[in-house]
């Protein structure tokens, strides 16, 4: 990773990469499986871990998130 997380929302995402290529999906569940859609798509991640299909490694080269506001206004 080259890039620190500024704040509680860029952490969240820095972990779901972190979880995703450390096969962690019990702590991914944590912070996303709070809609049904996340919860499929962590499944889904964690049957083709077990089939040996994976990512295994990611470069963050930056993260940026929209704030609040951004999100609002796109709604």
């Known amino acids: ?12 995402v820095m972990k779901e990469f972190l979880y ?6 019990d ?3 944590d912070i996303l499986a709070d809609i049904e859609p996340h919860r499929i798509s962590i499944e889904n991640e964690k049957k083709l871990f ?6 295994q490694s990611y470069i963050i080269h930056e993260i940026s998130t929209l704030t609040e506001k951004n999100i ?4």
């Open 27 to 29: 702590a991914m569940s």
């Open 1 to 12: 990773m080259e890039d620190i997380p500024e704040n509680i929302v860029e952490e969240t």
């Open 20 to 25: 995703t290529i450390t096969a962690e999906f």
């Open 72 to 75: 609002v206004s796109q709604n």
């Open 50 to 55: 077990e089939d040996d299909i994976y990512i």
